[in-house]
C-alpha cells in the first residue's frame, strides 16, 4: 500500500495516467522510475525525493508481488513504510482508530 500511495501521487504530479484501459499518457511501474529519473533537481520536494528513493521501494514492490517463495515481514513493511514516508513528506502511521477500520473492512 506504501508503494502505491507513492506511484499514484509521482504519476498525479507528472500527469500520467495510471487508469487500466486509458492508453494516452498511460505509464507504467517501471516507465515512472525512467521519468523520476530526470526530477533530482525538481522544484517539487515529493518527486525529488521520489527520484531518490523510488527505486527501493518499487524493489520491495517487486519482491512481495512476485517472489512468492520469500516472506514479506513486518522489516519489510516498516521499510516499505519509512521510503514512503521519506518520498511523501508525511506519516503513514496508523492509529489504532484507522486499524480498527482496516480490520472492519473485508
Sequence with gaps: MAYYAVYHTCARLLQKEVEEGKLQG???HRGLIKELSDCKKATNPILRNASERYDG???LRVKADYNLNICINAGHADDALEKAE??????????SSALEKLHRVK
Design 26 to 28: 498511460r505509464i507504467s
Design 86 to 95: 521519506a518520498i511523501l513528506g508525511i506519516s503513514l502511521e496508523q492509529t
Design 57 to 59: 521501494l518499487f524493489a
